[in-house]
Structure formats: structure tokens, C-alpha cells
């Protein structure tokens, strides 16, 4: 059982795959243990912030954090928290499992293409730089 599990938390599906790594995180978390869901906005990058006001990206802001507290109601561990970021995927969920004192990454993952071979999809940096063990969900 694992004391501490991050669940790297994806939106784009309607929080369909993360509920499945809730569940797992459920199976295999003590019954004193906490699970963090974590999700990182992207920078806007610096020929939209012009377009974009400020009450938008709050509104945005919001409405993600009302999606992760929704999943996050699926949880069943004593203590469950909702990580809320912005930049780079793999940089932040690295950080906030080091802040969380994580014992376990769970993310989900996409099968390759070229891209991925060439750059590396967030699951695989995450592998490759993590101190802690990594659960990747297909």
C-alpha cells in the first residue's frame, strides 16, 4: 500500500481516464493515506494573452477546478487535495509529487508516435526523471 499517490490528472476526455487512475489509486492506497490529484494548465503563449482577459483565464481556472473537485469525490483516501498548476507537465508533476512527498505517479499515457520519439510525451519524462515509482495507464 502506498502512502502517498499523485494522480496526474488529464481533462481532455471529460476526466474519463482519470477516473480510471482514481480507481486504481483507490486499490492501492492505505487507509491512511492521502492522493493528490494534480493538472497543468499550459502557458498561454505570449501572442494570445493579448486576446485573452483576465476574467477569462479565472473562468477557465474555475470551471478546471470544479472538473478535478468532481473527480476528486471518487476518492477514498483519508486525505484528498486538488493541485492546480500552470507550465510545463512533466517539470510540474514532478514538483508536486516532491511537495506531496508522493510515493507513487500514476499517469496516463498514449500510444507513441514519431513525436514522442523525438521529443518524449510527458509520461516518458516523468519515467525518466522521477525518484519514485511511476504507474503508466493505457
Known sequence: MYTSILVAAALFNKGATTRGLIQKANRLVAADGRITLVHVLDEIPAYLTAAITQEQVMAHRK??????????ASAR?????????????SENILASAAENHADLI????????????????????????SPVSVLVSR
Open 77 to 89: 483516501a483519508k486525505t484528498v487535495d486538488i493541485d492546480l498548476r500552470g507550465g510545463r507537465p
Open 106 to 129: 500514476m499517469i496516463a499515457s498514449h500510444k507513441p508516435g514519431l513525436s514522442d520519439y523525438l521529443i518524449g510525451s510527458t509520461a516518458a519524462r516523468v519515467v525518466r526523471h
Open 63 to 72: 470551471a478546471l477546478r470544479e472538473q478535478l473537485e468532481s473527480l476528486a
